[in-house]
Structures are given as C-alpha cells and as structure tokens.
C-alpha cells in the first residue's frame, strides 16, 4: 500500500520519520522541518500522499527518502462508514510503510489528523523504545470534524456551528487527548495552544512558531515584470488592453521600454492576492460581498479607485461553487483570476501584489494562517479574519488589518486602494507598515527552527 519513490544513503548520525499523512506538497510546514533535519545532517523518511511534489530541497536530495501512501479508493458509502473504512485502511498503510524504511530514532508526525496516526505512531514506538514520539501540533482534529457549514449573520459576520454532542466528535477528541499524552515531545504554533494542551490535556509543548522559508521574500520590479508576462501565457488577463508603440513585452502592469527598462504603469489595476483552500473554514462569501461594495463604490466616485485585479489560488472542493457565483456577478471594476500557480511563482505573487486578503477561520481559534506568514515574509500587508489568537501574528493597524464582518473588510480594501497609486495621504502608513514586515523577516524558518526545535531531536 505504499511505493518507494525514492532511495537514500544513510550516512548521517541520526534517522528521522516525519509522517504527514496528507498531500506533502500542500504541507509547508512538514516540508520545511525536513529541509532542517537534512540540512543538520539528519536521514530523513518523509511518509505522506504525493498529489504535489515537495520543495527541491527534499526531493533532490540523497538524504531523504519518501514513501507515498496510495490514497484510499473512493467508496459509496455512507459517510460514517466511510469514515471508519478510511480509517482502518489509513492505519494498515501506515504501519506498512514505517516497516519499510530505515528504523527511525525518532518520529515527528503532524496533528491533525489524529486518527489513526497517533495511534500508529504510539504503537511503533512501544515497539521499538528507543524511538522517540514527538506530536507538532497545528491544531486540533476534533475540532475540525465538529466543524459544520459556516452561516453568515446579518451583519455580515461568519459564524462557525459547532457540534460537540456528536459521537464521532466525541470519541476524536477522547482519541486525540489519549494519545497525545504518550509522546514524548510536543510542538505547537501559537502561546494559546501551549496553554490549552497544558491546562485541558497536560500536554508541555514547546512554541514553534510558522515563518516563512527563503523563498517569501520582497522582489524586484522586473521579477513581477517577468511574473505578469509568464502568467499572461495562461491567462489573457494579465495582458495589457491598449500598448503604444514604445512599449515592449508589455503586461497590464507593467512594459519594458527599448532600452529593456522596466516601467509600472500609471493607470496600472490594484492587485490584491488571497489563497484558500475552498472549505468551509474559509468563508469566500465574505470576500464577494467586499467586492460587491467595492463594485458599487467605484461605480460612484470612479475618479478615486483603481481598477481592482484580484488573484484567487488554491483548489478545494467549494471552488466549482464559488466559481459560479463569481461568473454570475459580471463586474466591471473588478478582475478576478483563479490560477494554480506553480511552487516557484506562488511566492513571487504574493511579492507582487499590493494586498493579501486571508480568509482562515480557526476551527479550534488556537492556530495561525501559514498563508499569513507567508504574505508577511514577502512584505505583503494583509487583511485577516479576527479570532482569538491572531493577535499573536496580525496587529491591527500595525502590520495588517482584522475584520469580522464584509463591510469591515471593504472598508479597509477601499481605504488602502484610494487614490491608487498616489495616494500621499497613505505614505507614511505605508511605510510604518513595511518596516514592521521588515522586522518579521528577519527571522526566518531556519533560525527559529535551530533555537526552538533542534535541541528536541538532539536528545
């Protein structure tokens, strides 16, 4: 049940197995604790599903070895039954591949899911008790399974139900909370998870905050040039609608001169960026409805607004649906793009834009946004949904802005796009803002990771 798409040499001091058991291409932050393990000198065996090929750093290096779990086969059935067949066959394909790489000293296996990888992994390491059980928790999955769909509120608020009479919910969290009490080492991303894993779970875990990898970072003006020309292959929208004749490889925003000088445009969209992965922890509706007002606004005082290109990236299974709503809406100051990027431009789009929108609502209201972190690390200031713990990365009116509601969140999109690109009145804000992204990438993954994490594999 699983295929061995890669061969290793051990020839490091230490093996380690990270388990992530999901897409390992879509999980930034397993990825990059691999990236860190090699880089000090540790054999990786990186188990996971393979729908996305991971960062270069893994998958071309001789040190990591990755087991591709095969997907579970999809069934008719109903869906708690479904759930208990997926279960058990995730379990058998787990145990199957943790026998068929390097005997690890150590495991470090990403929550959620809990169930049954925790289970797994306690199993394994009772088996073989000089290897370490280290959980890193993103959040919780009971409280992901206890999430049903969003309702928006009059207000224009998001509003998540939860159910926590649910059987299954029930019997996750007791699962959840079992289990994670048999490792033995425990990383969590923000102070207001550490405090409820110690109160509710006794569970000590260290802060390790998310930050962006090397490759979140600002860029230049001709790499957003030669960004815009490489997606104008794909999507017509980013071409220009008129080009004088002194322009060459010319996009919508910007143009080479014939000296092969790049040049923004003065009459160039606004572009504001948002990554979702379509679920109903996001809730999109709350961006439409900012751009209906958006629409409206502009339609009234045309003179004080850019035309405004917005760029959607991510898959889900929510996004057929959206896609329709947006075709229906027809607007006239508004663009929207829905393009999969590839992993080398999706950090040069973030640096590209003028605004990052994220639509992330906490299941658990302990986690952070990893797209956040990443918009910060390109010094892209960003609008965020406000939960509990969000404080500990957006400060509002600081380096980014929260809202709860759609007219909260046109509001401030209106406010930061006036008078686009000229508007002097923002300028000092402006740079108060950078330089406080500034500050947050100075420290990046790697260091963060050596101070807070190393030590932990080191024992």
């Known amino acids: 049940m699983t295929l061995n798409v890669k061969t290793s040499v051990s020839n490091s001091k230490r093996n380690i197995c990270v388990i992530v058991l999901g897409d390992i291409g879509r999980s930034p932050r397993m990825q990059y604790h691999v990236k860190s393990l090699l880089q000090h000198d540790f054999n990786v065996d990186l188990i996971g599903y393979g729908e996305t090929n991971p ?69 394994y390491c009772l088996l073989f008790k000089r290897c370490k059980f280290i959980i890193d928790w993103h959040n919780y999955t009971y409280t992901i399974l ?77 790499q957003k040039h030669d960004l815009f020309f490489k997606l ?31 040049h923004l445009r003065d009459n160039r969209p606004a572009i504001l960026v948002s990554s979702t992965s379509w679920t109903p922890d996001e809730d999109f509706s709350i961006l439409l409805k900012a751009l209906d007002r958006y629409e409206n606004t502009v339609k009234e005082e045309q003179s004080h607004y850019p035309h405004l290109f917005c760029i959607i ?52 209201g302990l986690d952070l946004p990893m797209k956040v972190v990443d918009m910060f690390g390109c010094a892209l200031p960003v609008c965020a949904v406000n939960y509990n713990c969000i404080g500990e990365l957006v400060q509002h009116g600081k380096n980014g802005f929260l809202f709860e509601t759609y007219l909260e969140l046109s509001q401030q999109i209106l406010t930061w796009f006036y008078d686009y690109p000229h ?25 963060n990771w050596k101070e807070h994490a190393l030590p932990a594999f080191l024992e």
């Open 55 to 123: 960062i270069a750093e893994i998958g071309q290096n001789p040190k990591c070895s990755v087991q591709q779990l095969v997907a579970f086969p999809e069934l008719n059935l109903p869906s708690l039954l479904k759930y208990l067949f997926k279960s058990i066959w995730q379990m058998l394909s787990l145990f199957i591949a943790l026998f068929n790489i390097r005997r690890p000293d150590c495991i470090l296996c990403q929550n959620p899911p809990g169930i049954p990888t925790l289970f797994v992994c306690y199993v």
């Open 313 to 364: 990236t991510g898959k889900g299974p929510q996004k057929s649906s959206y896609m329709g709503q947006i075709a229906k809406r027809n607007y006239k100051n508004i663009t929207i793009v829905t393009p999969w990027l590839a992993i080398e431009d999706y950090p040069l789009c973030l640096a590209a834009a003028d605004l990052g929108v994220c639509l992330h609502y906490s299941s658990s």
């Open 146 to 222: 206890s999430l049903s769909n969003d309702t928006t509120a009059s207000d224009g608020s998001s509003t998540v139900c939860i159910n926590p009479q649910r059987r299954i919910v029930k019997l996750a969290k007791w699962f959840e909370s079992y289990f994670g009490r048999k490792s033995s080492g425990n990383f969590c991303v923000t102070k207001a998870m550490q405090k409820d894993l110690q109160t509710n779970w006794d569970i000590k875990a260290t802060v390790l905050y998310d930050r962006p990898a090397a490759q979140f970072q600002s860029i230049s003006l001709e």
């Open 232 to 262: 104008a292959t794909d999507y017509y929208e980013f071409l220009p609608t008129n080009i004088n004749t002194e322009e060459f490889q010319a996009t919508r925003f910007t143009y080479k001169d014939s000296d092969g000088t790049v």
């Open 423 to 447: 508007n002097t009145t923002l300028a000092n804000v402006k740079e108060e803002f950078n330089q406080r992204l500034k500050d947050f990438q100075n420290l990046g993954w790697d260091d």
